[in-house]
């Protein structure tokens, strides 16, 4: 299977936003949850926002608020925008689906947020 293609990421000043974008592959797109997660140095990956086929979305309390994920099935992309962005949101961002695929990692994009 074809590992998917994070961009967008940046640098960014706190309080800053962007946002990401994930083109999936339409074998794991089209029959799965979906997930953004991140993985800052020195800490394990976490899941930050999921959300369903059909478009519920689901998120991680330190984002709530602040991060909306939504997804394109005609594209199969996945986005994530950021908003109210912190230095603690320093981290690089994967997509997968839920629960994650080992083997669907792909190489991530990199979201550096500081003044």
């Known amino acids: 299977q074809v590992q998917p293609v994070e961009s967008g990421g940046g640098l960014v000043l706190p309080g800053g936003s962007l946002k990401l974008s994930c083109l999936a592959s339409?074998?794991?797109?089209?029959?799965?949850?979906m997930g953004w997660y991140r993985q800052a140095l020195g800490k394990q990956r976490e899941l930050v926002a999921s959300i369903t086929r059909g478009g519920s979305p689901n998120y991680a309390d330190s984002v709530k608020g602040r991060f909306t994920i939504s997804r394109d099935n005609a594209k199969n992309t996945v986005y994530l925008q950021m908003t109210s962005l912190k230095p603690e949101d320093t981290a690089v961002y994967y997509c997968n689906k839920i629960p994650p695929a080992n083997a669907y990692w792909g190489q991530g994009t990199q979201i550096t947020v500081s003044s």
């Open positions: 339409g074998s794991i797109f089209s029959i799965n949850v």
